[in-house]
């Protein structure tokens, strides 16, 4: 048997970025609903059987060329370790230890001045959204109050179940408990002591996140019962102490091991701007609240893109901070090196006041990444088209343009062609080598600490009772050797060298968030669920450097394919930059509102006459 031969990569610094060439690869694996998913994962769940297939795939794939066939001579990063940054410029940095509250009140700051015209007065301004400052503008007035809008959300939500197709927007909702907090915040109204901006305003919380006292079960039909939930997770703590209305637990891919939304258990919830189509995942109930108005914020995670991927078919923002910039305590994926807890909100506005209030490192965050103070832009003062002039923003051309419709790389292009134009920024291009190799080291290391997490509860049958797709995946990452893991670790400090090297010409990098709109649900898919790698490549194509490298990342809205499905565009900054990608994010959202549209599934909450 002739003997594989070893390939050996050149160091990170000799590489000639020059010469890399774009290989744009589609994933080899077969696209399964049914009778086929179920029989395929009882093959693979088989111990030989099982390992003659993962062995099949990766090779296919260029798997295990690139983690056992390759000598990667730089030593391995087990989580992101960032160089020093330099303070960002027109920011307003907060004091991380100060209380929530202090915090969301220096962040209206930052904020534009608010004027009541622009959200009450439709003949002047288009309306798309209510923000934040809408709500409080009218429990300030007396416009309406937190119970009324409670009684409206409570009857969309349960005019649901009469659905056809069904929304299930949420797994765990209670009308007493909502009705009881809208009381409360009615209450301080009334008595003219509001906690804060956010007070009366209304969010969802991700299933994988814990929000007392509603179970965590990761959209599974088990996790509950092997782990309860006695307290709310830190982020959601913040947020409830600033008054926010938290309805519930909002559906998503089961475990956040997949990126369609799609969830056989509780049902998959559909996109209010095409019932028929995925909302994108995991953070599938998060973003389809929001975009619905139903929620002005939520909350999700995101260790693959699943705050932005949602957000860009929906048509909302989606923020993925800096690693370690939020506290993960209370979560099913607390301890990953990847994973982040983000807010999601229809406007950039409400983004900033949200991420605000739940920002904050865990104490070993702070001993071991030693993070600057978090900051916001400050769009209150000065122009702010001037403001981002001096933005050098960098565009992989090849890599771009690698989508499947070009409606998705031409929206995107109009929107850079209308920052240069209007703002004076620079598109610079860039290149980055190993695109492959990046996404193969996301995926054993995500997949590897995944399974080493889940593990604990998986000892017994529970594990069984999972969704199909969830047990492939998993399966898939059994697969995975110590070995494997390492070579990841290396692959992964290389790109992070590549990208420090590129964020030094430029100041953000941008990109398409997804390679593809909305995708239909297949009917097949409700009952038992799908895989289908190809589309959950094109929906990752983009998203898996800023959860492999830790680097902050931002989706925003900038129109619609031919179809009406939301398009978004994708901002990846310097560690802890989220001030510079906020501040781009809020500008694109300013030149590109005309060309944005409210979904077909709309509820206005508000309904003030």
């Known amino acids: 048997m002739k003997k594989k031969s070893t390939q050996l990569m050149l160091p990170v610094q000799n590489v000639d970025f020059s010469s890399v060439k774009y290989e744009g690869e589609t994933i080899q694996a077969p696209h ?28 296919k794939n260029g798997i295990t060329r690139e983690l056992q066939e390759t000598l990667v001579p730089e030593a391995p990063m087990f989580r992101p370790e960032f160089p020093p940054q330099e303070p960002e410029p027109g920011t307003l940095y907060l004091e991380e230890e100060s209380a929530p509250l202090t915090r969301v009140e220096s962040s209206l700051k930052c904020l ?14 288009p ?24 009684e409206c959300i409570i009857s969309e939500l349960e005019e649901f179940n009469n659905k056809n197709p069904t929304m299930p927007f949420l797994i765990s909702f209670h009308t007493d408990d909502v009705r009881s907090q809208a009381a409360a915040s009615t209450q301080r109204f009334k008595e003219g002591r509001p906690l804060s901006i956010l007070d009366g305003v209304f969010m969802c919380v991700k299933d994988d996140i814990d929000c007392y006292p509603h179970p965590t079960k990761g959209a599974t039909t088990w996790f509950h019962k092997v782990r309860p939930v006695e307290e709310d997770a830190v982020c959601v703590s913040r947020l409830r102490s600033c008054g926010v209305i938290l309805l519930g637990k909002a559906n998503m891919h089961e475990l956040g091991l997949g990126v369609s939304g799609n969830n056989p258990n509780y049902g998959t919830a559909r996109n209010p701007h095409a019932l028929e189509r995925y909302t994108g995942g995991s953070s599938s109930g998060p973003a389809a609240l929001v975009a619905a ?19 860009s078919l929906c048509g909302i923002v989606g923020l993925k901070t800096t690693y370690g910039r939020t506290n993960m305590e209370g979560s099913l994926v607390d301890g990953g090196t990847m994973e982040i807890i983000g807010p999601l909100a229809a406007t950039v506005e409400d983004v900033m006041l949200v991420y605000a209030a739940m920002l904050g ?33 960098g565009k ?26 209007t703002c004076a920024c620079q598109i610079t291009e860039i290149v980055i080598p190993e695109l492959h190799e990046m996404k193969t080291s996301h995926m054993v290391v995500i997949g590897s600490e995944t399974l080493y997490s889940m593990n604990p509860y998986c000892l017994d049958e529970s594990g069984k009772q999972s969704t199909h797709d969830t047990r492939a995946s998993l399966a898939f990452f059994r697969s995975f050797s110590a070995s494997d893991y390492v070579g990841a670790a290396c692959l992964r400090r290389r790109m992070m060298y590549y990208f420090m090297e590129i964020l030094k010409r430029v100041d953000v990098i941008v990109t398409p968030t997804t390679g593809m709109t909305a995708p239909v649900i297949p009917p097949k898919s409700l009952k038992y669920g799908e895989t289908d790698y190809q589309v959950q490549d094109y929906l990752m194509r983009f998203v898996v450097a800023a959860n492999l490298l830790g680097l902050p990342a931002i989706s925003v809205p900038v129109g619609h394919d031919k179809e009406g499905l939301p398009i978004g565009l994708q901002l990846i900054g310097r560690p802890w930059a989220e001030a510079t990608i906020l501040r781009l994010a809020f500008i694109i959202e300013e030149l590109t509102l005309e060309s944005r549209k409210r979904p077909s599934t709309f509820y206005d909450v508000l309904r003030v006459d």
Request: charged share 15%.
């Open 32 to 59: 399964l609903t049914g009778v086929a998913l179920r029989a395929f994962v009882w093959l693979i769940e088989l111990p030989l059987v099982g390992s003659l297939i993962t062995s099949f795939f990766k090779r």
């Open 112 to 125: 534009p001045p608010y004027n009541p015209a622009n959200s009450w007065n439709c003949e002047t301004s």
């Open 127 to 150: 309306f798309l959204y209510w923000k934040i400052r809408d709500f409080a503008h009218a429990y300030r007035s007396g416009l309406s109050t937190p119970s009324a809008v409670a």
């Open 293 to 311: 108005g139903l929620c002005s914020a939520a909350v999700g995670t995101d260790g693959g893109g699943s705050i932005r991927i949602p957000s």
């Open 361 to 393: 490192s865990s104490p070993a965050d702070k001993f071991n990444l030693k993070p600057p103070p978090p900051g916001l832009p400050m769009l209150s003062s000065g122009n702010g088209l001037d403001d981002i002039g001096s933005l050098r923003l």
């Open 396 to 421: 992989y051309t090849e890599w771009f343009n690698d989508v499947f419709s070009t409606d998705i790389s031409d929206k995107c292009d109009d929107v850079l062609n209308l920052l240069q134009k």
